[in-house]
Structures are given as structure tokens and as C-alpha cells.
């Protein structure tokens, strides 16, 4: 699929919150590359979307990470 940057609103254990111009339908599966706390290596993981908010500067996508 296609990569694309977009801007962090929110990581907890559980998921990410991020503000995108694409569009992403709830149950879509992402791929998810996110800076590591120390900065130096990055971390990759899988997610699902599972929901959507509309806001002026885009969308705001919840996405909840995939164990394993």
C-alpha cells in the first residue's frame, strides 16, 4: 500500500490517535512506524482503525494497536 507521514495526537499502550487527509474506513487495517522514546530506532506495528472524527485540519483516526 501507499506510505504516508502524518501528525501524532495521542499514543497510549492500547493505540494511536493521528490527523490525516487521506481517507481510512473503520476496520481498515495500518501499518504504523512510530519514534522510539529514545529516538534512535523506530517502531513498527499493526493496528485497525476503529474510529473516525472529523475536524477542520482533516481527520483525526483512532487506531488500536494488533498484538502479535
Known amino acids: 500500500g501507499e506510505s504516508e507521514t502524518a ?3 495521542d499514543v497510549s499502550k492500547g493505540g494511536v ?3 490525516s487527509k487521506r ?3 473503520v476496520g481498515d487495517p495500518v501499518y504504523l512506524t512510530l519514534p522510539s522514546a ?3 530506532t523506530p517502531t513498527e ?3 485497525c482503525v ?3 472524527e472529523l475536524s477542520q485540519r482533516g481527520t ?3 487506531v488500536r494497536f494488533e498484538k502479535g
Do not use: C, E, N, S
Open 50 to 52: 476503529v474510529r473516525a
Open 38 to 40: 529514545d529516538k534512535t
Open 7 to 9: 501528525q501524532t495526537l
Open 60 to 62: 483525526a483516526y483512532g
Open 45 to 47: 506495528t499493526r493496528g
Open 23 to 25: 481517507t481510512y474506513q
Open 17 to 19: 490517535r493521528f490527523l
